[in-house]
Nanobody, 123 residues
Framework: QVQLVESGGGLVQSGGSLRLSCAASGRTFRYYHMGWFRQAPGKEREFVAAITWTDDSTYYADSVKGRFTSSRDNAKNTVYLQMNSLKPEDTAVYYC????????????????WGQGTQVTVSS
């Protein structure tokens, strides 16, 4: 069983930065792919970034490439999403999610989800 808790969201001006954290419980954390997703009001949930457990490969949505960086610290059971050059269109609730196997760039078959953290980027 894995429980995920996101933190680090808040209000930031356009062009600013935030770092989101996803703290996980469970001794098997290191064996989970970790994904980041976001959902804006009236929008579908969309993939943002992911990092695998097999080789720490990272994946990013085209909309955030070059601006966001995902990383993980297995010793701390924590995954991070560094967000730079934030834009108003990045405003959304951000969720972390975990799965053992499979495709990471879709929300399909993710086993565990956090409660989400609000990111608001003002112009």
């Amino acid at each position: 069983q894995v429980q995920l808790v996101e933190s680090g969201g808040g209000l930031v001006q356009s062009g600013g930065s935030l770092r989101l954290s996803c703290a996980a419980s469970g001794r098997t954390f290191r064996y989970y792919h970790m994904g980041w997703f976001r959902q804006a009001p009236g929008k579908e949930r969309e993939f943002v970034a992911a990092i695998t457990w097999t080789d720490d490969s990272t994946y990013y949505a085209d909309s955030v490439k070059g601006r966001f960086t995902s990383s993980r610290d297995n010793a701390k059971n924590t995954v991070y999403l560094q967000m730079n050059s934030l834009k108003p269109e990045d405003t959304a609730v951000y969720y972390c999610a975990a799965k053992r196997f499979g495709e990471v760039t879709t929300d399909r078959e993710y086993e565990y989800w956090g409660q989400g953290t609000q990111v608001t980027v003002s112009s």
